[in-house]
């Protein structure tokens, strides 16, 4: 069903004013957004073209697969992810259309943010051992002093330092800046993880004919509604989409599982099986939570919002009374 079918075919629950904290982004803004990401992707890029000829020497004299390799191929495959999410995350952020499609844009940012922090550990990996940073401890000075000898050793090694310090630490600061403000609905998924099957009834049949729409109320606030869709089998197809998305979920995790470990023709034991296998478990149990606990913080963000309405109206009726 279209977004504008959705408006037609839903009534007005609940609503609430949301305070413009900041404006939807400028094109000036969405332009360097863009850069960054281009300028961080090449860094990034340099990292392994520099290391290839090292990684093809090393499997020509062995065929099992190194660390070195492995991060290879995760930069490479972040790279391309991160083209991809960059380009839509640009145009949708600070947009009343994310404002208007809040879980797709709450799940790409999520995605986004992992996508970060996997490139920012290949790519300092990558250049930690392109320039054997590693020797910073070998010699018997202070820190400081083994930290100049390699910054100063190379013009190349003066560029790679320099661009890990105004590229991937300023990542890294968003990294934790994302992770420090919504740490608590992380905390409410590790929580719903451990009730995992009622998490999961809960996720699959509780508010599929529920969406949320924004609209400009005035220069200072959002108008947030609650809506409630009437259409006819709605809930329904809603509850099957949720849960064939569920199912491919599962499919990646299983995959990924198979890739890592040969579980065909392993002897399963207690011990393997929660060695090897239950992390893969919980990890599928936690992204289900996660799900569960984004759209239980929106409802959470409305009913607080509508409590604060009914002030606010007063004050702005006070104001133009006077």
Known sequence: MR????IKYSDIILS???????KIKSTKARIFGIIFSIIFIVFTLISVIIKLPKIERSVAESNELTLDTLMIVIALLAIFTRGIISVVMVFMKKSLFKLNHMAAYELMEIFLVLNLIIM?????????????INKLWEGAGTFME??????LKTPTNMLIITGILIIDLPAFLKFMAYIITNAFTFFISLVLTIIFPVTL???????????????????DYY???KRYVRKENYGISVFIRKSLWLLVLAGFFFLFMLASHDIFHVE???NLFFEDYFPYIITYCYVVSLLFALEWRMDRIVVRLSKNTREIKKNEEEEDNE
């Open 3 to 6: 977004y504008s079918e959705k």
């Open 16 to 22: 609430g004013l949301k305070a413009k904290d900041r």
């Open 120 to 132: 920012i550990i290949a790519n300092i990996y990558n250049y930690y051992t392109i320039i054997e």
């Open 146 to 151: 083994n930290f100049k000898d390699i910054f």
């Open 201 to 219: 009834v809960l996720y699959l049949v509780k508010n599929n004919r529920i969406f949320y729409e924004y609209e400009d109320y005035d220069k």
């Open 223 to 225: 108008l947030i509604n």
């Open 268 to 270: 399963m034991t207690v």
